[in-house]
């Protein structure tokens, strides 16, 4: 019980009291209790500021109160002000013939000091003198004390010029948490005034520490923090730890973050404490405490990715994928990119890959790009040896893998009986990222090659390699010549030399040292300061730089670069020129842009500028209204060279059609464009032709320039899009229209499964169920692709219309497996649990036969999101 009092800093006194009571509660029920005990309790009740009802406490004894007992209640009840019951007890203790003695009398001393100030206090002063007790220093302190909890600050400080001799630094620092408790800190500097303690000693050094924690747990931080920077000196506290303990108690005592983000604020501008943030996010981390660790990562200004791993390892634990996927969705709103090892470690680790397609969806849904997510998904799998589910990935999406990320993995796990094309796929999409991951491969497999078997699985992949005419420069290729000979000779080393030696790299550079157009951007940022240091000279790297961040668009460091870049004297070329156009293009800069192309034409009239950034310019000039320069700039660029166009071309001029707004404007654009050879007309190119007129609503208009489409160039632009309005619309006359005008270049049979898309995603399931009666024959093969594409699209309306529709019809009529499977992907992809439940009950419940694969799906969801299932499915 003793252990319940002060001691327990960081508990209230009302929790220390709840905690007492339980004790001594236990003790009664198994009959251990005495007097003793009854006086401990009434000892920490007065020092946790409980009122004791003097009369019902001795009616609760269960055995004789000693002398101790009423003088402790005497103290109990005049700590709290109580006059009356002092009274009762005072007089109680006269007829127990106790002595009334000096601390009798300074309890009471203390009690009408807080109920009646200095008036109360001089009777009992007077009738001290009555009894022959004189007024100690503890007398005086009581007085202090007691005008203290009275309130009046003139008749507090009045006291405390009476009596400041008295006043020892201990009896100070109970005065502080008296007057920090009530809420009259701002007394405290007039104190120090009077007292003359300016400072605290190392003796009592702790029990000021212990103080202010204890203000902190008592909802008075403010008190704590005055009194802290009051008497302690930043100089004297190792770096960071200035005010570090109370931050940390305001974390325990879950203060709200707002006001400690203000507190470190304050510390930070006074230069204090700068670290005091980043630390207290950990204790925040460490305690549990999410909401408060959340709130102060979003104060931190300089955040990374590594910042959120904590959150992430939480989060994975508590609710697996689910988890993770909502931390990543925050991450996100903070505007902070995972990097690979986030995402590898951290992420995908803690995910359901069951499906890698299928999680790479889930994290593509919350905002991350496909570049972002590939390479650490590949890297995962490799370690997984599921490297025949990253090949699968690679071939879907046609993005470069990281080789910092990708190769150590690849090496690492590397297996001889893995199929050589998979390998040769990955190494392909690393070349792009690192031209020496070829040779790296080659030379470090090599080494692992200790069998004859393992030389042919080596042979293979030369071929291979060989075969895609992928090349290794000849500093590799001798150094591989050198290695082969080490070993044991045989005919398979030979074949392996004689390919070796038939490889027609023109790369000088050595793998060991890349040459700066081989580094990534982190690389080259690394070798600028390599090379800043050591006064070399700059221009090539800075060059490079400015090139690759103008490629990320990364406008503020292109900023940056450029400024370095012209402060020592270098001259930008018309390359770097058509770079930093384009990225002033990407980020809506059109003057800068419209300065550089100037530039160009003005100081390099022969440059011929990248087709795709002056279709990009002109697409900012009619975003910007612009019309008229744009057309200029795209004739004139004609004047001067033969327009390539191609594939590589077409979504520029998709976008470029898409910026305009006017009918007449988008006709003029477009005839240009064709006229030119920018582009050539296709579903793509045509499609903003009839994208201007559904905006509109004018469907009568976008049905006509579709048949225009069908009969100038038999392109069916947007032709679901536009069936699905005409439907919603309500217009069957021109659905058959754009129906019977699809038909003359898809064939009538191909319009069966377009006409049930439009149908479903507009809801329409009764009309869908009559077309499904109707139709004769739906190709499977075709139905399967629309659901596929459905789930991408996430258009669960599209799916449960159709799984209603077809609900009473055969299933050689609609391939009902696949349409459930759908269903249950998307409740998948959204971690929907709740909804994925019910969609199987109601399957259930219609007694239709429920394929593997939904039922698979939804273990998968319940297992990673940590969801209980109902008992009836259980």
């Known amino acids: 019980m003793k252990c319940c009092g002060p001691l327990v800093v960081d508990h209230t006194p009302k929790a220390r009291q709840l905690l007492c009571v339980a004790i001594f509660a236990k003790l009664k029920s198994l009959n251990l209790v005495d007097v003793q005990h009854y006086n401990t309790y009434l000892q920490v009740s007065i020092e946790n500021k409980m009122r004791i009802n003097y009369t019902e406490f001795l009616e609760q004894m269960s055995c004789e109160p000693n002398e101790q007992t009423f003088r402790l209640l005497l103290k109990a009840v005049c700590e709290v ?17 106790f002595l009334a003695n000096e601390e009798l009398f300074n309890v009471l001393v203390l009690a009408h000091a807080i109920r009646g100030g200095l008036n109360g206090v001089a009777p009992i002063l007077k009738t001290m003198q009555s009894a022959h007790v004189s ?14 909890l009275y309130g009046d600050k003139a008749e507090f ?8 001799n008295v006043i020892q630094e201990k009896d100070f620092i109970h005065l502080l948490m008296v007057l920090g408790t009530k809420g009259f800190h701002s007394w405290f500097s007039e104190m120090i005034e009077i007292t003359g303690l300016k400072q605290i000693s190392k003796q ?32 004297s506290v190792p770096t960071g730890d200035f005010a570090f303990p109370l931050l940390h108690e305001m974390v325990i005592a879950q203060i709200e973050p707002k006001k400690i983000i203000d507190v470190i604020s304050d510390l930070k501008k006074e230069d ?45 634990k508590e609710r697996r994928e689910i ?25 995908i680790h803690f995910c359901d890959t069951e499906d890698p397609h299928q999680l790479l969806v ?36 046609d993005v470069a893998l990281s080789a910092h990320h990708v190769l150590p993995s690849l090496l690492k796990n590397w297996n001889f009986k893995t199929d050589v094309n998979n390998i040769v796929v990955i190494l392909k999409k690393l070349i792009v990222d690192a031209h020496d991951a070829v040779s790296q491969v080659l030379v470090k497999v090599l080494k692992k090659c200790n069998s004859l078997d393992q030389l042919k699985f080596y042979l293979q992949l030369v071929q291979a390699l060989k075969l895609e005419k992928i090349d290794i420069n000849p500093t590799v290729a001798e150094h591989i010549l050198n290695g082969l000979r080490s070993k044991e000779p045989s005919p398979i080393l030979k074949e392996i030399e004689s390919l070796i030696c038939q490889f027609e790299g023109t790369s000088i550079e050595s793998s060991a040292i890349p040459h700066p157009r081989d580094m990534n951007l982190p690389e080259l940022e690394n070798h600028l300061i390599q090379l800043e240091s050591k006064g070399m000279e700059t221009r090539g790297v800075l060059r490079l730089l400015i090139n690759e961040h103008c490629r990320c668009g990364n406008i503020e460091r292109v900023l940056e670069l450029r400024k370095s870049f012209h402060s020592k004297g270098y001259r930008e070329s018309a390359g770097m020129k058509t770079s930093l156009m384009h990225a002033y293009i990407m980020n809506d800069h059109l003057d800068d842009a419209l300065s550089l192309y100037s530039s160009i034409k003005e100081q390099h009239p022969n440059f011929k500028i990248d087709e795709f950034k002056i279709v990009d310019l002109a697409c900012l000039l009619i975003k910007s209204q612009q019309f008229t320069r744009a057309l200029e700039i795209l004739k004139y660029e004609a004047q001067f060279r033969r327009i390539q166009g191609g594939p590589q071309l077409v979504k520029n001029c998709w976008k470029l059609l898409g910026a305009c ?39 009568d208009k976008a049905v006509s320039v579709y048949k225009e489409c069908v009969t100038n160039y038999k392109c069916t632009p947007l032709q679901l899009e536009l069936l699905s309005a005409v439907v919603r619309a309500e217009k069957l006359d021109l659905m058959q229209e754009v129906l019977n005008y699809s038909a003359q270049v898809h064939g009538s049979e191909s319009m069966v499964v377009p006409c049930i898309a439009s149908f479903a995603q507009n809801g329409l399931y009764k009309i869908l169920g009559k077309f499904l009666l109707e139709v004769s024959a739906i190709s499977k093969e075709e139905m399967e692709k629309r659901c596929e594409r459905w789930v991408y699209e996430n258009n669960l309306l599209a799916l449960e219309t159709l799984a209603k529709a077809c609900q009473p019809l055969r299933s050689n009529v609609i391939d009902k497996p696949v349409l459930y499977t759908s269903i249950m992907k998307i409740h998948s992809i959204n971690n929907d649990c709740e909804a994925a439940v019910s969609f199987y009950r109601e399957l259930v419940r219609n007694e239709i036969e429920i394929p593997k694969n939904v039922s698979n799906e939804l273990l998968q969801l319940v297992q990673r999101c940590k969801y209980e299932l109902p008992q009836e499915l259980a």
Not at 81 to 97: L, P, R, S, Y
Not at 209 to 235: D, M, R, W
Request: net charge neutral; aromatic share 8%; glycine share 4%.
């Open 204 to 235: 009592n050094a702790e029990e000021f520490t212990l103080l202010c924690i204890a203000l902190i747990h008592l909802g008075n931080s403010e008190a704590a923090l005055l009194y802290y920077k009051q008497f302690v000196e930043p100089s």
């Open 135 to 148: 007024a100690s220093d503890n007398t005086f302190r009581m007085i202090i004390r007691g005008l203290a």
């Open 157 to 164: 400080m009045k006291s405390l010029r009476m009596y400041s």
């Open 661 to 699: 707004e006017d009918e007449m404007e988008l006709q003029k654009l477009f005839s240009m464009l064709i006229q030119l050879k920018y582009c050539t007309p296709s579903n793509i190119i045509l499609g903003p032709l009839v994208k201007i007129h559904l905006k509109k609503e004018n469907l």
């Open 323 to 347: 988890g993770v996927l909502g931390v990543l969705e925050e991450m996100l709103k903070m505007n902070v990119r995972p990097d690979g090892d986030t995402l590898e470690y951290y992420c």
């Open 81 to 97: 002000g109580d006059i009356q019951q002092a009274f009762k007890i005072v007089t109680a203790m006269k007829e127990n013939k």
């Open 362 to 397: 889930r994290l593509h849904k919350l905002g991350l790009t496909v570049r972002e997510i590939l390479t650490p998904l590949v890297s995962f799998l490799i370690k997984q040896s599921r490297i025949d589910l990253a090949v699968n990935l690679c071939h879907q999406y």
């Open 272 to 316: 204090s404490n700068t670290v005091a943030l980043e630390r207290l996010l950990g204790v925040a981390l460490k305690e549990g405490f999410m909401d408060t660790a959340w709130e102060l990562l979003k104060a931190v200004t300089n955040i990374r990715p590594h910042y959120f791993w904590p959150f992430l390892l939480r989060a994975s």
